[in-house]
């Protein structure tokens, strides 16, 4: 906006109507460069109306006194400038300057309280609000006023809302009275509005769940019903919105939410932004789920339509779903940068439960830095291809309309992939792909230009790391799905670019739902949201199909058919069965997803011999030829390599025959271990004093010993 410097300038506003507020108005930078405010110009005898106006804000509902003002009379000055005062009055909100809040106190420019007209019903009613205005009655033109706006937001110094409905402090008349109300109930109240439940079905829950604390009166209803009242309210209210401009809006977000940032670093020449964001319940399941566990990392959302791409770090709950924990909005993939959120995630975590430790790291971009995983978490790296594999059959389905192109395009692409394992020429490879389909040019186009150049740093990833499972391909899978529903509603696309939407949306309904679902499951409760949930991989859905259902093909086993459980009348067809790039020609598939029939087909194709193994399980036979193949004359490199095999082996021998054991007495039987009797366990271990003296020494030692037990027992006697 640009910045006016005469007054001369400004338009005259008069809106209509009896009352008119801020927003009726259009404001103008006044000033120069260093210093300037939002001004309007309005008629001197509108003044009341525009008070009047902002009095009766619909979010802020307050009353305006006049915390200082000056007079001059006409013809005081003789040279004077256009925007000279003939009266001057500043008008602030009741609700401020003081706070007597908590933490709040009298101004330190003021050693007593002004007892100005038109205060705050109670002075404990002062928050600290720094919204205040200025108006100027032009001492060149009388009939007009000057409007200095310098603060229109109800905020305290810290940014807060500190008054009225969208302050979540402010619980009104009767808050002492108000029923206990946990932590999990409130969590679970905000969740229930959040999603959109009606206000009756969140209030009966809400009242439930109180009713464990305080029992059932008619009272505590009330209060139940105007608290869940008033939380629908604000959060219907809020807005992401704390400043006009992102960066500062993020600042104050920030600075409010402090226990759920792990990281911050605000944009600079030399640093780039990144925000690190993990609520407590985060924190608290990624202890939970992460220890000796797995975590996994969408690391790319947004690349395309966000200010910045979206990193989040997941752990599989009790169902293998993927639960995000901890959220990274930036751009930087630099070493360094990386280095940071990483270690104060760590460390965060680590400050809770210093015992907890990470088995594996899940990573989905072949660029990504592993180092910084390796060195902090001090973990192993696996690779999943859930990312590649949907962004190739996404494509295809949308370049390629031949059905039959799509299959034979999906089924090469894989068969490249395949061909790290089996010595074939990539290059040459490409090559015939081109020539094959040198008719698609629409897909060779996009292949070309977006995978061609990266395609060897991603084989390479490929053959160096492990790969992941499909069942973690798909429940990572899941939640990208599940992300992108929340985020790419057509009602937000003109706030993509801002970061503290994207901030709101995560910490408010993604956030909520993935606690209702974990709740409504460990509670046995809300069970259609738990059968969602249930259903929400493709993994678990494939479950639920039986083996009967699925006919493989006898001939080449090129495809399996799939009866639908709903009508048997259908059956979806899956082409290259066997292989992670199966087609399927269901509507699930054909969006780009990996659907529960493909999982299903290899599933059934896993235990036959005659179709080749999983590309994970391909990747784990390398690793373990790869270690077993080195050099004889590289004798500490053949120790080591000797030992960690033999390690693997043991865990996976332990691992089956503790899933095929009906009776867990045997083995812990079997263990090397054995436990003694509570007396012996003391002194299991540990030398033996008197076998290091000679004998006549130990019966010197027994003597005196017996000598005092019975003095003991004569003074016992005596006393």
Same mark, same amino acid.
């Given at each position: ?19 008119? $507020? ?24 509108? !003044? ?26 006409? =013809? ?17 909100? $009741? ?7 908590? =933490? ?9 309280? %002004?007892?100005?007209?038109?205060r705050a019903a109670r002075p404990q009613s002062m928050r600290g609000c720094t919204c205040h205005f200025i108006v100027k009655r032009l001492y060149a033109r009388p009939s007009l006023a000057l409007l200095i706006y310098n603060n229109r937001r109800h905020v305290n110094r810290s940014g807060s809302v500190c008054h009225g409905p ?58 139940? #019903? ?15 919105? %704390? ?52 975590? #996994? ?9 966000? /200010?910045?791409?979206? *990193? ?47 088995? =594996?790291? %899940? ?15 001090? *973990? ?5 291809l859930w990312r590649i594999r949907r962004s190739w059959l996404r494509n295809i389905i949308k370049k390629c309309s031949n059905i039959e192109v799509q299959r034979e395009i999906f089924k090469r692409l894989g068969n490249i992939l395949y061909s790290i394992w089996d010595g074939s020429d990539l290059f040459v490879a490409l090559e015939?792909?081109?020539? @094959?389909?040198? @008719? ?24 160096? +790391?492990? +790969? ?12 990208? !799905? ?22 709101? /949306? ?21 069970? &259609? ?22 006919t493989l093909d006898s001939m080449d086993n090129s495809f399996a058919k799939v009866l639908s459980q709903k009508d048997s009348s259908i059956a979806r067809l899956v082409w290259n069965a066997g292989s992670e790039f199966a087609h399927c020609d269901c509507e699930w598939s054909m969006q780009g997803n990996l659907c529960k029939h493909?999982?299903?087909? &290899? ?22 030829? &790869? ?33 095929? $054991? ?7 039987? &079997? ?8 007396? =012996? ?10 076998? %290091?003296?000679?004998? $006549? ?23």
């Open positions: 906006m640009a910045i006016v410097e005469s007054i001369l300038d400004l338009p005259v506003q008069d809106p209509p109507g009896e009352d008119f $507020s801020a927003s009726d108005l259009s404001w103008t930078k006044f000033g120069n460069e260093e210093h300037h405010d939002d001004v309007s110009l309005i008629p001197y005898d509108r !003044v009341d109306a525009f008070i009047i106006g902002e009095c009766c804000n619909v979010e802020f509902p307050t009353r305006f006194h006049i915390e200082r003002g000056r007079k001059r009379s006409k =013809g005081s000055l003789k040279e004077y400038k256009h925007d000279e005062y003939l009266e001057y009055r500043m008008y602030w909100c $009741s609700f401020g300057p003081e706070n007597y809040g908590e =933490g709040g106190g009298i101004l330190p420019s003021r050693r007593y309280r %002004l007892n100005t007209r038109n969208l302050d979540r402090d402010a619980i009104g008349p009767g808050a002492k009275k108000i029923p206990y109300i946990c932590n999990e109930i409130q969590q679970q109240t905000m969740s229930m509005i959040y999603l959109g439940i009606p206000e009756e079905n969140v209030l009966a829950k809400h009242i439930e769940g109180i009713q464990r604390y305080c029992g059932s009166d008619a009272k505590v209803n009330s209060l139940a #019903a105007q608290y869940v009242h008033k939380l629908g309210m604000i959060i219907k209210r809020s807005t992401h919105e %704390l400043d006009l401009d992102d960066q500062a809006s993020i600042r104050l977000w920030v600075d409010r939410n402090k226990k759920s940032v792990f990281f911050y670093q605000d944009s600079s020449e030399n640093d780039p932004f990144i925000l690190g964001i993990q609520t407590e319940w985060q924190l608290q399941q990624m202890i939970r789920f992460g220890h000796r566990s797995l975590i #996994a990392a969408d690391s790319t959302f947004g690349i395309k339509k966000l /200010k910045y791409p979206l *990193c989040t770090l997941l752990v599989f709950d009790s169902r293998q779903h993927a639960l995000p924990v901890a959220w990274i909005i930036t751009r930087t993939i630099a070493k360094p940068d990386v280095s940071k959120w990483m270690k104060a995630l760590h460390d965060r975590v680590h400050a809770v439960d210093p015992t907890w430790k990470v088995n =594996g790291f %899940l990573i989905d971009d072949a660029a990504a830095e592993i180092d910084p995983i390796r060195e902090i978490f001090s *973990c192993p790296v696996l690779f999943s015939d792909f081109s020539q @094959d389909f040198a @008719d698609q040019m629409a897909f060779l186009q996009y292949f070309k230009a977006t995978w061609v150049p990266k395609f060897e740093m991603w084989l390479t990833t490929m053959r160096m +790391l492990p +790969l992941a499972s499909q069942e973690a391909s798909g429940a990572i899978e899941a939640y990208h !799905v599940k992300l992108k529903v929340k985020l790419y509603d057509d009602s937000h696309l003109g706030a993509l670019q801002r970061v503290d939407w994207l901030v709101h /949306k995560l910490t408010t309904e993604l956030h909520s739902s993935y606690w209702l679902d974990r709740y409504a499951d460990e509670s046995d409760s809300f069970q &259609n949201v738990k059968a969602e949930y249930i259903a929400t991989t493709s993994w678990h859905r494939a479950l639920q199909i039986p083996d009967a259902a699925v493909v999982i299903k087909v &290899n599933m059934i194709c896993g235990n036959l011999q005659s179709y080749r193994p999983s590309m994970s399980f391909q990747s784990f036979n390398e690793i373990l030829d &790869n270690l077993s193949k080195k050099p004889v004359d590289d004798s500490i490199a053949m120790d080591l390599s000797t030992a960690w095999t033999h390690q693997m082996l043991d865990q996976i021998r332990k691992l089956v025959e503790l899933n095929q $054991s009906n009776d867990i007495g045997t083995i812990v039987n &079997n263990m090397p271990l054995k436990w003694v009797a509570r007396k =012996g366990r003391t002194s299991v271990g540990r030398p033996s004093a008197r076998a %290091l003296l000679p004998s $006549s020494t130990n019966n010197n030692i027994s003597s005196s010993a017996a000598k005092k037990s019975q003095k003991r027992k004569r003074l016992s006697r005596i006393f």
